[in-house]
């Protein structure tokens, strides 16, 4: 059967090269160091920046596998891993990235003490994936030479889409900026791990990357991964429903495992914006005013975590920045099961444990001055759906993936809890992240920066309501 996509649960690369290696850039993470001169920009800039067209030239490719499972560095972790349910609700879902960008010149001596491949497989006696590596698989590792611009890339300017779309990886990547910095880029299927996962991912490697000088380096307990796919315990056979619903997609014997490729629209815009504590606490009293004058009997049944009162203000400025006009807007997010399944398993599990929850708001409510109000209402209601328990509606998570609605769905990924900003590899602090999804911020003074991708116009209206919405309260 088809494979999905390379994984590396676990790498660390050092190349020994006079390399002076430079950014790589993706939707998902961007990360400059101190190390720029670069001015730093506001919470937006309306202005586009347009860079000459780039070209990315291969230098390299190669294939790195782990060592023996009898030699002094290997890694001990399974060879194979089945999906659980929370996996397969993923399956054909595309590869999610990760990259961090540095400014200072690295030198990199070949280790693959850390590697370990795996690849979803389907025999045709069974119902469900699971994951396997083969001795003498091995992960693809390119090396490449990109002339784009790298202050521009890594700017606060919104930059075009394509722009970044020949420096997306395929397992993982080193894209040098002669003379600018580099970048080291991952790509990992859902269907293998969640945002928490290959958050603690990038910490090892990095935890090992800094301390390589140690022979017998160990990582610390809260970054050890822990395997034990048997904690997940589904009695309702949720992972049969789910690959069934899969393969019956296309026919009943439909039995491909290859993912959906979703690209942005041609002329889409990146953006980032920074809600700041000042801005957090703004949107609170604001919120608490407007509760007030609506005399809701008990204001401290309404949400209003940092995280609903981001999303909320997000999820009111991109409906009037699109001029959404159907009668409904859902917003999706999702939520760490670790703590609430019954028993709650390791914070460090390896895998998907997240599930989905969405927000329902009439989408004319969200644009009357008390869209705020509307939006955080519905993403309470949603997080209050989790008294039911996590896994309440889980039969019908990838029917839902097949339904025909006219409501406009708005997604959410990642989450400022992940600290990525923790991330230390030895180089040098990190100084800006870019997320399509929510993230810690990168300033002291901020909490979550927000990415987004638009067309032009929508975001240059989305950029004037995020920043006038928060000085004009």
Same mark, same amino acid.
């Given at each position: 059967m088809?494979l999905?996509?390379d994984?590396?649960i676990?790498h660390f690369?050092?190349y020994?090269?006079d390399l002076k290696?430079g950014?790589?850039?993706?939707?998902?993470?961007?990360v400059v160091?101190?190390g720029?001169q670069q001015p730093?920009?506001?919470n937006?800039h309306?202005?586009?920046?347009m860079?000459?067209?780039s070209?990315?030239?291969?230098i390299?490719?190669c294939r790195?596998a782990?060592?023996?499972?009898?030699s002094p560095?290997?890694?001990?972790s399974?060879s194979?891993l089945?999906l659980t349910f929370?996996d397969i609700?993923?399956?054909?879902f595309?590869r999610?990235s990760?990259?961090i960008?540095?400014k200072?010149l690295?030198?990199?001596?070949?280790r693959?003490s850390?590697?370990q491949y795996?690849k979803?497989h389907?025999?045709q006696?069974s119902?469900k994936?699971v994951?396997s590596?083969?001795?003498g698989d091995a992960?693809s590792?390119?090396?490449?030479e990109?002339?784009?611009?790298?202050?521009?890339?890594?700017?606060g300017?919104?930059?075009?889409?394509t722009e970044?779309?020949?420096l997306v990886?395929h397992?993982c990547?080193i894209t040098?900026?002669?003379?600018?910095?580099?970048?080291i880029?991952t790509?990992?299927h859902h269907?293998?791990l969640?945002?928490?996962?290959?958050?603690?991912?990038v910490?090892?490697?990095?935890?090992?990357c800094?301390h390589?000088?140690?022979?017998?380096?160990?990582l610390?307990?809260q970054l050890?991964?822990?395997?034990?796919?048997?904690v997940?315990?589904?009695?309702a056979q949720l992972?049969v429903?789910?690959?069934?619903?899969?393969?019956?997609?296309d026919?009943?014997?439909?039995?491909s495992l290859m993912?959906w490729e979703r690209?942005?629209?041609?002329?889409?815009?990146r953006?980032t914006?920074?809600f700041t504590?000042a801005?957090?606490?703004?949107?609170?009293?604001?919120?608490?005013?407007k509760?007030?004058?609506?005399k809701? &009997?008990d204001? #401290?049944?309404v949400h209003v975590?940092t %995280?609903t009162?981001?999303?909320?203000?997000?999820? !009111?400025?991109? *409906?009037?920045?699109e001029e959404?006009?159907?009668?409904?807007t859902?917003l999706a997010?999702?939520?760490?099961c670790?703590?609430?399944?019954?028993?709650?398993?390791?914070p460090?599990?390896f895998?998907?444990?997240?599930?989905g929850?969405t927000?329902?708001a009439?989408?004319?409510?969200?644009f009357?001055?008390?869209?705020?109000?509307?939006?955080?209402n519905?993403?309470?209601?949603?997080?209050?759906?989790l008294e039911k328990?996590?896994?309440?509606g889980?039969?019908?998570?990838?029917?839902?993936l097949?339904a025909?609605?006219?409501?406009?769905m708005?997604t959410?990924a990642?989450?400022?809890?992940f600290?990525?900003y923790?991330?230390?590899?030895?180089? &040098?602090?990190q #100084?800006?992240?870019?997320a399509i999804s %929510?993230?810690?911020a990168?300033?002291d003074?901020? !909490?979550?920066? *927000?990415g987004l991708?638009?067309?032009?116009h929508?975001m240059?209206?989305?950029a004037?309501?995020?920043?006038?919405g928060?000085q004009?309260p």
């Amino acid at each position: 059967m088809t494979l999905m996509q390379d994984l590396v649960i676990a790498h660390f690369l050092k190349y020994e090269n006079d390399l002076k290696l430079g950014t790589w850039t993706d939707p998902y993470q961007l990360v400059v160091t101190k190390g720029s001169q670069q001015p730093q920009p506001s919470n937006f800039h309306l202005r586009l920046a347009m860079a000459n067209p780039s070209s990315v030239k291969v230098i390299e490719v190669c294939r790195v596998a782990p060592p023996p499972p009898s030699s002094p560095g290997a890694f001990a972790s399974p060879s194979s891993l089945p999906l659980t349910f929370f996996d397969i609700r993923w399956l054909r879902f595309g590869r999610s990235s990760a990259f961090i960008s540095t400014k200072c010149l690295l030198t990199l001596q070949h280790r693959s003490s850390l590697i370990q491949y795996l690849k979803p497989h389907l025999a045709q006696d069974s119902q469900k994936p699971v994951l396997s590596y083969v001795q003498g698989d091995a992960i693809s590792l390119t090396i490449a030479e990109s002339n784009a611009d790298f202050y521009h890339l890594s700017s606060g300017d919104f930059v075009e889409a394509t722009e970044y779309h020949s420096l997306v990886p395929h397992g993982c990547i080193i894209t040098v900026f002669p003379n600018c910095g580099f970048s080291i880029g991952t790509s990992m299927h859902h269907a293998i791990l969640d945002g928490k996962t290959s958050t603690l991912f990038v910490k090892s490697w990095a935890h090992i990357c800094k301390h390589d000088d140690q022979s017998n380096s160990v990582l610390p307990d809260q970054l050890k991964q822990f395997y034990d796919r048997r904690v997940i315990q589904d009695p309702a056979q949720l992972g049969v429903l789910y690959s069934n619903s899969y393969r019956n997609k296309d026919g009943p014997n439909n039995r491909s495992l290859m993912f959906w490729e979703r690209k942005p629209p041609p002329g889409s815009i990146r953006g980032t914006f920074e809600f700041t504590r000042a801005d957090i606490e703004t949107l609170r009293q604001l919120l608490k005013a407007k509760l007030a004058e609506q005399k809701q &009997e008990d204001i #401290r049944s309404v949400h209003v975590s940092t %995280f609903t009162l981001a999303c909320a203000y997000t999820w !009111v400025c991109i *409906v009037k920045a699109e001029e959404i006009n159907s009668e409904q807007t859902r917003l999706a997010f999702n939520v760490d099961c670790r703590s609430r399944l019954d028993p709650p398993i390791s914070p460090n599990y390896f895998g998907n444990c997240i599930a989905g929850r969405t927000a329902v708001a009439e989408t004319k409510a969200l644009f009357g001055e008390d869209g705020l109000v509307v939006a955080v209402n519905a993403i309470s209601e949603a997080i209050k759906s989790l008294e039911k328990g996590v896994l309440d509606g889980a039969e019908n998570w990838v029917s839902r993936l097949f339904a025909v609605t006219s409501e406009r769905m708005l997604t959410l990924a990642g989450s400022h809890r992940f600290g990525v900003y923790e991330t230390d590899f030895g180089w &040098e602090d990190q #100084r800006r992240t870019r997320a399509i999804s %929510f993230s810690d911020a990168k300033t002291d003074a901020g !909490v979550v920066d *927000v990415g987004l991708v638009l067309d032009k116009h929508s975001m240059q209206v989305f950029a004037s309501l995020f920043a006038k919405g928060l000085q004009n309260p």
